[in-house]
């Protein structure tokens, strides 16, 4: 599944990827994060319990930064799971000046497995787009920004009957 | 298919329900007719610690007129409100709405309230609140408060009720028999692609959308194209429609692309203006 | 078979089991209740394919309750691998041990199994085993699961084709396309399918250490093979071991199989000491029960220009998913046998690729091989009247062999046994008002509406099936006792599970005998009651299992005879049978059967050199398959601005033979239409790219539903089958392979003026307006 999502704040790009970069700023716009352990200087380890209303679920995984190149850009690899399921993936961000502010875009691949994928999939989209709408947000507030995050989300997400070229 | 364990309460009034939502806080899950929660329950998606059950609290499940006003108690089930003579009378699109909602079982055991409080983005029933303008009313431990439908779906399966609350009662006004709910349904769940809800008034019409977004919400352009019109053309209700899906982020999964939802959000919409203006 | 006037036969008696399943007071395997029962529950993989690097199961086995964590490396040893029993030459087979290995190959493969005194802590168990994966590369499309360099389902099979499988038959291909007009080519698509029985699977296991023997009741089409199975895997000899179905809630093929589960609780039962329990939930019925379908065909027709179809050629790429399961590869090769249809194709070439990837094994699913040959089939001559300009009704026609041509021997090899194609062609078209429904389509496109009518003419392939063409029997065994209180008990060795036959067989039984059904006990599916048996699927069990018992019946009145005989003191030659008297000319009484049956029993009178008793068992064997026939025709009206599908008429005529009860007939024809439109419109199973399955529920596996079937116009013609006495052809799979062409090629009519001829199936509304959509845009 590919959720692509763009944020803007109001900070120079060199501040908001360093934020991104800082594991206490992380650890506080993390949706759920209960706990954000180092591995080391590229790994960090998180506990969260996520989810939307009372489908709440506990996970452990692990975040490793990749490709860096501050301030402009740089992935992570994730890796997380919990009982009900699993999340594998990279996210890459791109960080761009525009005048005072700041555009953020996230690209994320990840894989979505077990129950969540399998009974849950019309809602996941939705829901990894508001859990990337509330990261935003939060980091916003962390930088001491106003948010200004944008709806210029797309999920390019599950098989879609009308498309899939084995179908055709 | 056998859920994680749980402590099972049952207060008997709603000021006791909100004494348990307080004490237990985000550990605690209210029941009303279930058809959500249980079934999350049995796969274990949700693994609530307390379950405060509000099936036995007298007074909530009543529909009535009062003050000019039609009051539905947030326990009242689908197919109670399918069936109310005086809701086919006074606020046809409650029933209408009803109507499309699952099946038999689920008619009978599911209540609107519950339905409401869940916000699922593909519910019925926000649709058709958004399109009545209802009051609803959340009782919590700081007392009583009306939220208008239009700020009660803030997100994905998150309304205005805050952890310690309990919806009570859904307040709309009664109207005439210009509405109209209009649905494409999900083939395997029943739940709506895109449900458009309309309610014609004097001098304006308000519409509904469910099934389309994240969460329901008003279609205020089209909504705005026809204000101040009390016959549109076939024209202007197809221009108006048009706009049923402007700057709407869509949903997409196995059933529906995002194209095929924001299309028939206008189909739909389309449907229902011209059924409610009997065009 | 015995001159019986037929009371019963052909008359449509309710159904002698509903009463007990209405009021909800059969036992199905989950209602059982043993005392000291255990519940089973598995932990199985998120993954499509992965390493397994840990498993720890500490902390499960620490819950309160749980009595055993067990992982491949505790049972894979000690409990045979799952059977596969298709005879396919040179087929690859993975290992498939009753739990993963170091490995798993598809959602929902098990790793663990956790047994606990009860089923929330056997589930707590579950979620408290920690499992580590390292996720491998995943290949869930077959078409390129071939392709050189795929990712490979078994890295050491070194290969993701299982077989190939090759059909040549009737005249030369290659010449047949060199005299073609025009050659007519399409791809198609069958989707995969989840069965969905209302009742999932089921086990319950019993060992009796003093005797050594073992019980195992499951929710199975096929106790007997179970029986004959199971043994290589749990080690209880075949004569220790007992396995009954219960009341079944369905299979649809699903449960026409030997599944790990059934054999690791054998085991544990033996391992533990205790009986256990393992019911399957609904989510674990999506991922790891067979699935049906999925093949990927590339078809070619060799035409003349007057419509003449010289010949066919086929390859077909078959999705069998991770494993093989009992008959997986065994499926696919069906469609070659009736790829021909009801036509007269002379020349046919066709090569079946079976291919692992990494999703739960398809299998035999109701119709299994047959609607995906008839959809291919009526599809094809759909196109091909369509291509040349003809009547898509004459086309068919011109192809049908007469039916002074039975037996009639097809390029595919086999051969048909009976038939009168034009006759139900005839009555369905008679019944559908065929000319103003064609004045109905005319008028309606005139207005622009988007009206189709659909036409499949179909034969198919029931009464599996002669023993040469089985992998162990394709017999039936069935056992008639007259009891000494004249009460008739009829054993059978099939296995009905929704079908009926406790109604039928009885109606057959009491018609032979001339007893009242009142006195007649249908029993069945406990093979320490029913002895012998090769079970029901392929719509096999009233055609060979009813005439086993046919077998059975005049086995006892021929003995009766010699009975009555000796009672009236005449030659048994001179005593005649009818309507339950035994008389003959001059003798002072007659004698019912009953009398004779105590006479029989309390043996104070034996006639000389006869045995008391009165109980004959026969096995049948039928000389071919049967071949049942028929017409559908459908008229649907799709809504231009949603692409949504309404079916406006339906009408099948179908063609089993003689009906025993025309209202189980009904019942089977209605269910199976059910089924196809189910197939056409809206069911498919969906994998995404990573291996996980998203229809895991209801939700999301979208099944048709009352409201979602048309009233049908039902009608039939009846002709009878030289197979077997009774003339039956089977009729349990006949719905759901003659309507799902009718349904798309309806469907695809309707979009014919926006030049639309294929969609692949299931034809939901967004793929129906997408159709429309892109055509009118691409118009305008």
New interface residues.
């Given amino acids: ?1 590919k959720i692509t999502t763009s944020a803007a704040v109001a900070a120079p790009r060199e501040h908001v990827f360093s934020a991104l970069n800082d594991r206490g700023v992380l650890r506080r716009c993390i949706p759920g994060c209960e706990e954000l352990t180092d591995v080391d200087e590229e790994t960090f380890a998180v506990k969260l319990k996520l989810g ?6 506990k996970y452990a995984g692990t975040a490793t930064r990749q490709d860096l190149l501050p301030p402009e850009s740089f992935t992570f690899a994730l890796d997380g799971k919990g ?4 999340v ?1 993936g990279t996210a890459a961000v791109r960080i761009e000046t525009q005048g005072e502010a700041s555009r953020i875009d996230c690209e994320a691949d990840v ?13 996941i ?3 990894a ?2 859990l990337t709408r509330d990261f935003f947000r939060e980091l916003a507030d962390a930088i001491g920004a106003p948010p200004d995050v944008s ?3 797309e ?9 899939d070229e ?3 | 298919m056998y859920p994680a364990p749980f402590e099972y309460l049952r207060p008997a009034t709603i000021d006791e329900a909100i004494a348990l939502l307080v004490t237990h806080g985000e550990d605690a ?1 209210i029941l009303a007719g279930g058809h959500s ?1 249980i079934p ?1 329950m049995k ?6 610690r307390y379950i405060v059950d509000i099936g036995r609290i007298r007074g909530m499940s009543h529909i009535r007129e009062t003050a000019g006003r039609i009051v539905v108690g947030a326990m009242a089930t689908h197919d109670a409100i399918e069936r109310s003579a005086l809701l086919r009378e006074k606020c046809p699109l409650l029933p209408e709405t009803a109507g499309h909602i699952g099946d038999v079982q689920v008619r009978n055991k599911g209540t609107i309230g519950g339905s409401l409080a ?2 699922d ?2 519910g019925d029933w926000p649709a058709a609140v958004l399109a009545l303008d209802a009051d609803i009313e959340l009782a919590g431990p700081r007392g009583r408060r009306t939220v208008k439908a239009d700020g009660f779906f803030v ?4 309304t205005a009720t805050a952890p310690d609350e309990v919806l009570v009662e859904i307040r709309v006004p009664i109207t005439s028999a210009k509405v109209a709910y209009e649905k494409t349904e ?1 083939k395997a ?1 029943g ?1 709506a692609i895109a449900g458009v809800a309309v309610v014609v008034e004097q001098g304006g019409v308000r519409v509904g959308v469910t099934g389309v977004a ?1 969460k329901a919400y008003r279609a205020k352009a089209v909504e705005r194209a026809l204000a101040g019109q009390s016959a549109p053309t076939a024209e202007g209700i197809a221009r108006a429609a048009a706009l049923a899906a402007e ?1 709407v ?1 869509a ?5 529906a ?2 194209e ?1 939802r924001l299309h028939l959000a206008e189909v739909n919409t389309a449907r229902a203006l011209r059924r409610a203006y009997g065009n | 078979m015995s001159a019986q006037a037929k009371k019963y036969s052909g008359q449509p008696l309710k159904r002698i089991e509903d009463p007990r399943l209405i009021k909800g007071i059969g036992t199905y395997t989950d209602d059982l209740r043993l005392p000291g029962l255990l519940h089973v529950a598995f932990v199985r993989s ?3 394919h992965a390493r397994v690097t840990s498993i720890d199961t500490s902390v499960a086995k620490a819950i309160k309750g749980v009595v055993a964590v067990l992982t491949g490396a505790d049972v894979n040893e000690k409990c045979g691998v799952v059977p596969c029993a298709a005879a396919i030459p040179d087929l690859k087979l993975p290992k498939h041990t009753v739990l993963a290995g170091d490995r798993v190959y598809f ?1 929902g493969h098990p790793v663990v199994v956790v047994v606990a005194d009860d089923a929330y802590a056997a589930r707590d168990g579950v ?1 408290a085993v920690e499992v580590e994966y390292d ?1 491998l590369p995943v290949v869930v ?1 077959p ?1 390129e699961a071939i392709k050189p360099g795929a990712t490979l389902t078994h890295p050491d099979l070194g290969t993701n084709v299982a077989f190939t499988h090759n059909v040549n038959g009737g005249t030369d291909i290659d010449e047949a396309f060199r005299r073609a007009d025009r050659v007519i080519k399409q791809r198609v ?1 069958h ?1 995969r399918l989840t069965p969905m029985p209302i009742e999932p699977r089921a086990v319950v296991a019993s060992y009796h250490a003093g005797e050594g023997t073992m019980s195992i009741w499951s929710s199975t089409q096929v106790p007997h093979y179970l029986r004959t199975l199971l043994p290589g895997m749990i080690g209880v000899a075949e004569n220790k071991l007992r396995i009954v179905a219960p009341e079944v809630g369905g299979g649809f093929g699903a449960k026409l199989n030997v599944y790990a589960e059934e054999a690791l609780c054998g085991h544990l039962a033996m391992r533990l000491g205790a009986p256990v329990k393992w019911a399957e939930s609904r ?1 674990e019925n ?2 790891s029960t067979i699935h049906g379908r999925d093949q ?1 065909g590339y078809y070619e027709v060799a035409v003349k220009n007057d419509g003449t179809i010289l010949g066919l050629k086929a390859r077909t790429i078959a999705d069998l998913g991770s494993y093989c399961q009992l008959l997986t590869p065994a499926v696919p090769t069906l469609t070659g046998l009736v790829l021909t249809g009801c036509y007269r194709i002379p020349a046919v070439k066709m090569e079946i690729v079976g291919v692992y990837t990494h999703k739960m094994a398809t299998d035999a699913y109701r119709g299994a091989g047959r609607p995906e040959a008839t959809y291919l089939i009526e599809r094809l001559m759909d196109l091909v009247a369509k291509e040349l300009g003809l009547d898509r009704v004459d086309l068919r026609l011109k192809h049908f062999p007469a039916p002074t041509e039975f037996p009639f021997g097809t390029a595919c090899g086999v051969t048909y046994d009976s038939g009168n194609y034009q006759g139900a062609l005839e009555k369905a078209r008679q019944l559908a008002d065929w000319k103003a429904l064609m004045s109905e389509r005319t008028a309606a496109r005139k207005s622009g509406r988007l009206f189709g009518v659909g036409v499949s003419t179909y034969v198919e392939i029931c009464a599996i099936g002669p023993s040469a063409a089985m992998p162990a029997g394709g017999w039936e065994w069935g056992c008639v006792r007259v009891e000494i209180s004249g009460k008739v008990t009829a054993i059978t060795g099939t296995s009905p599970h929704g079908q009926g036959q406790e109604t039928s067989f009885a109606q057959i039984v009491a018609d032979q005998l001339g007893v009242s059904i009142e006195d007649v006990v249908v029993m069945h599916g406990d093979t320490a009651v029913a002895h012998y048996g090769r079970d029901t699927y392929g719509s096999r069990a009233t055609v060979i299992g009813g005439t086993a018992l046919v077998m059975c019946t005049d086995k006892i009145i021929a003995k009766a005879k010699i009975f009555a005989a000796h009672l009236l003191k005449v030659a048994p030659d001179q005593v005649a049978f009818a309507d339950g008297q035994f008389s003959a000319p001059g003798a002072e009484k007659t004698l019912s059967l009953a009398a004779i049956a105590g006479e029989a029993y309390v043996a104070k009178n034996l006639p000389p050199g006869l045995e008391p008793g009165l109980e004959a068992s026969s096995f049948f064997e039928i000389p071919n398959f049967t071949f049942p026939f028929g017409t559908h025709i459908v008229a649907v009206e799709i809504d231009r601005e949603t692409g949504q599908v309404a079916i406006q008429k339906y009408v099948a005529v179908d063609d089993c033979g003689p009906q025993i009860n025309p209202l189980l007939v009904e019942g089977q024809v209605q269910g199976g239409i059910a089924h196809s439109i189910g197939q056409a419109l809206f069911e ?1 199973t ?5 291996g ?6 209801f ?2 596996y979208a099944m048709p539903r009352a409201t979602d079937i048309p009233e049908y116009i039902l009608g039939h013609t009846v002709t009878p089958s030289p197979t077997n006495p009774l003339g039956i052809k089977g009729v349990g799979e006949a719905g759901t392979i003659g309507a799902t062409p009718a349904v798309a090629n309806a469907v695809i009519d309707a979009l014919e003026s926006l030049g639309v001829t294929h969609l ?1 199936m ?1 034809l ?1 509304p ?2 129906v ?2 159709a429309i959509h892109q055509r009118t845009v691409a118009t305008v």
């Fill in positions: 599944m939307v209303a009372g489908i709440k679920g009982k009900t399921g699993f594998r894989q979505i497995g077990g129950a969540i994928a399998a009974v849950g999939s019309r809602l989209g939705a829901v787009r508001k709806d210029q989300n999920i390019d997400a599950l098989p879609d009957p009308g498309r084995r179908l055709e | 899950k929660l999350a796969l274990r998606l949700a693994q609530p869940h916000a983005p593909a997100d994905l399966l998150t999900q769940s739940f994240a700057r982020e949903l997409g999964d196995i059933h692309s995002p095929y | 998120p993954h499509a959602v979620d996720p499309n078409e698509y989707q989510r999506a991922t990927i498919q969906v994998y995404d790219e990573n996980q399955l998203l229809t895991g529920e939700m999301d692949d299931p939901t967004e793929r307006w997408r």
